[in-house]
């Protein structure tokens, strides 16, 4: 799918049968990370002051190794999320001399989201349990080798959350880096 992300998120009705479902069905990637995912925005155009934000750049720390991330989300007339963004991500050795490049470049940290992080693939899809700091446990289903239009990819996602048994929470499509801005009165 080259540089295209089509990811939904929701929250499990029951984390034990999730974990049931996925020990006999899926295949574990990723026991546990930890994740320190940092948002920045540039002192020239603050990606914050547009409603719904649509641009991400993200430096993630994580003991599974380090990544700076570009995302370019797309939204519906209304400003709905179409669960879908461009993604441009590159894995980097030295996360600590990143982030000060990062600031050198006048960006500024907008945002910390820190998750724990396991990780499966089932039928293709990437299955995530993520424990969030600060917002609770959530499930985010990713396509990684599934072929089709964008509206096909996120069909089989909502048929496989329905799988699961995985319910909607309308707020979790705005993402982690949303929520705790709003938590914090960043963004409302």
Request: net charge negative.
């Amino acid at each position: 799918m080259g540089h295209k992300e089509i990811e939904i998120r929701k929250k499990a009705t029951s984390k034990k049968t999730l974990l049931g479902f996925l020990s006999q069905n899926a295949k574990q990637i990723v026991r546990s990370t930890t994740q320190t995912d940092i948002y920045f925005t540039p002192q020239h155009e603050d990606y914050s002051k547009k409603e719904p934000i649509e641009k991400w750049f993200r430096l993630r720390l994580s003991n599974e190794g380090n990544s700076l991330t570009f995302k370019k989300w797309y939204f519906n007339d209304v400003g709905k999320s179409e669960n879908h963004c461009d993604e441009y991500e590159i894995n980097i050795s030295d996360g600590e001399t990143a982030k000060k490049l990062i600031s050198a470049l006048d960006f500024q940290e907008l945002v910390t989201v820190i998750k724990k992080r396991a990780i499966w693939i089932y039928n293709g899809i990437e299955i995530a349990i993520d424990e969030v700091q600060n917002l609770g446990t959530f499930v985010e289903l990713e396509a990684k080798k599934v072929d089709g239009s964008i509206q096909d990819i996120l069909e089989k996602l909502e048929a496989l959350a329905d799988e699961l048994e995985l319910i909607e929470d309308k707020s979790i499509n705005l993402g982690y880096p949303i929520l705790l801005l709003k938590q914090n009165g960043k963004n409302k």
